[in-house]
């Protein structure tokens, strides 16, 4: 008897480690959600049809696009992307300000979304990278993720941002609210009023489509850097610090009109020679000290702009951009001052006036870390970059924690056809995004 005990009790045993061995065995061969990848070819697919909405007649994906707020490539385009969002399972829907938003459902419906996407509006004569990357890549993560039948904790929403490159940003609107004089304004002739509902919003609706703080658990975009940093450096993956400030300025210098031949050199007050030496102060301000700030004037009104008389009023702007206010707090000072030197200088008389102030929009460090550790998972090295264009992200940023993915922009060309992303690096954006979304999903 108890010969037979300990026989049963040996088989009993030896039957349960091998049941536990093939647990262990089939959980150590299952693929881990960290092993998912998107489908590249895919995600190329859907970016080259996307670029048929607004394309030139006869031209192809290298003539670039024009697909401007609210018009007919727009409205067309924005069709396509609900069609891809419905394929991947989600249920679209249009809040007041033309937002597209769908949310897949988490298995934790109380936790808090984590939203992700761009836009697919373009300037004009613009490429077919800038928004629709990071808009296409964010509907192909969740199709990847129906794919595998893969279930994240918190919901997932995805938006698709109207209006990004004619402001006010859809995304705008849906932080601040809109102000009164935005609705009066037109794109493409196109009176905003009748834009927004073009695109099925609402503009007597708007509040609706407003964010409350703390609605969402964070926001991610992925999108082309715009710049040549990331390609330099031979940097797959942007890491971007923030989004940054920009102060504008409105210049103003009173001269002297007069007579080009009859007025001796001494005796005149060249308005546009102290705008000359007030753009060349602004070059040699900014380069004065090592750092990413920049600046640029990029307005200039001659009067009476004819060749016969020495100008005697110019208006210009400046615009400072730099992730650190205080960097353009003392660009400002410093400009000003040299503005009183060159109005002795010419005999003019210079007004400067700060008309915009855009605080930065700061990346949030544990997105950032999440961001990093998806690349390097992915075997992907990452530069910290600050982001030198405006994004939906720098409104999203004052809900809620941000982080912004960049990928490398061929010769660091962008609003323009000759716009490029390499595929490859697409694709890597995309699955930094994915892996992203599950690891700030699982922390």
Request: charged share 20%; with cysteine; hydrophobic share 40%.
């Amino acid at each position: 008897m108890p010969v037979a005990c300990d026989r049963r009790t040996f088989v009993m045993g030896l039957a349960a480690a091998l049941v536990s061995a093939a647990r262990l065995e089939r959980a150590r061969s299952a693929p881990s959600v960290y092993d998912l990848r998107i489908d590249a070819l895919r995600l190329q697919h859907s970016l080259e049809e996307l670029s048929t909405f607004g394309r030139p007649v006869g031209g192809s994906f290298a003539d670039g696009v024009s697909r401007v707020a609210y018009s007919d490539a727009d409205v067309a385009g924005r069709r396509y992307v609900l069609g891809l969002l419905r394929a991947a399972g989600l249920e679209p829907k249009i809040d007041a300000a033309g937002n597209i938003q769908a949310v897949r459902g988490g298995s934790v419906p109380s936790l808090k979304p984590i939203a992700f996407g761009s836009h697919i509006d373009s300037v004009p004569n613009g490429g077919n990278f800038d928004g629709d990357l990071g808009s296409l890549a964010a509907i192909e993560v969740v199709q990847t993720l129906q794919d595998h039948a893969i279930r994240t904790r918190h919901p997932l929403e995805v938006t698709i941002w109207s209006n990004e490159e004619g402001g006010p940003f859809g995304s705008q609107i849906a932080i601040e609210g809109p102000r009164a004089t935005d609705l009066e304004r037109t794109f493409n002739g196109t009176p905003m009023r009748e834009g927004m509902a073009r695109i099925g919003g609402d503009s007597a609706q708007l509040d609706s489509a407003r964010l409350a703080p703390g609605s969402i658990l964070c926001y991610l975009e992925l999108h082309i850097e715009q710049g040549g940093n990331l390609e330099k450096a031979g940097a797959p993956i942007g890491v971007v610090d923030g989004i940054v400030s920009i102060d504008e300025y409105t210049v103003e210098i009173r001269g002297v009109a007069n007579h080009a031949g009859t007025t001796p050199m001494p005796e005149r007050h060249n308005a546009l020679l102290a705008a000359a030496k007030l753009i060349e102060a602004v070059q040699e301000e900014v380069t004065r000290f090592p750092g990413r700030q920049v600046g640029t004037v990029g307005q200039l009104t001659v009067t009476p702009n004819a060749p016969n008389v020495i100008p005697g009023f110019v208006s210009h702007t400046i615009e400072f951009r730099d992730l650190s206010e205080s960097t353009l707090s003392r660009l400002g000072t410093a400009i000003r001052e040299r503005a009183t030197q060159i109005a002795r200088e010419t005999g003019t008389e210079i007004t400067i006036k700060q008309v915009v102030h855009d605080p930065p929009a700061m990346a949030t460090a544990e997105i950032q870390r999440q961001i990093e550790a998806a690349a390097a998972a992915l075997g992907l090295r990452t530069l910290h970059l600050p982001s030198g264009a405006g994004h939906d992200a720098q409104f999203l940023a004052k809900i809620a924690p941000m982080g912004m993915i960049f990928v490398p922009s061929v010769g660091g060309i962008s609003h323009s056809p000759k716009e490029l992303t390499r595929w490859s690096d697409c694709a890597n954006g995309a699955n930094v995004l994915l892996q992203t979304v599950l690891r700030v999903d699982a922390a």
